[in-house]
Nanobody, 120 residues
Framework: QVQLVESGGDVVQAGGSLRLSCAAS????????MYWYRQALGKQRELVAG???????LYGDFVKGRFTISRDNAKNTVYLQMNSLKPDDTAVYVC??????????????WGQGTQVTVSS
């Protein structure tokens, strides 16, 4: 069983910055890909950013250079640095990690979500 704990969500003014963290614990052999999604009230969940084990990154079109995803393999943690935040970025941000457990089984684990609120 792999558990994820997210942190860093907060209320911030437009133009501000936040750094989200998602730490994995449990029986983990390797984490192959790490993703951040978000879901705003009344909207569908959308991909914010992803990073592979080899640090290949991808971002949603709306990011437009404002966010940076990174990972610390030693800590089994993924980060999302968000700058130039806009009210439209208000959402619950959720991390998703894909990898291999210590018993050599595939896993896909989701965090509980962290609220980001951007005021105008």
């Amino acid at each position: 069983q792999v558990q994820l704990v997210e942190s860093g969500g907060d209320v911030v003014q437009a133009g501000g910055s936040l750094r989200l963290s998602c730490a994995a614990s449990g029986s983990i052999s390797s984490i192959n890909a790490m993703y951040w999604y978000r879901q705003a009230l009344g909207k569908q969940r959308e991909l914010v950013a992803g990073i592979t084990r080899g640090s290949i990154r991808l971002y949603g079109d709306f990011v437009k250079g404002r966010f940076t995803i990174s990972r610390d393999n030693a800590k089994n943690t993924v980060y999302l640095q968000m700058n130039s935040l806009k009210p439209d970025d208000t959402a619950v941000y959720v991390c998703n990690l894909l990898g291999i457990t210590g018993t050599n089984r595939d896993f896909s684990s989701w965090g509980q979500g962290t609220q980001v609120t951007v005021s105008s």
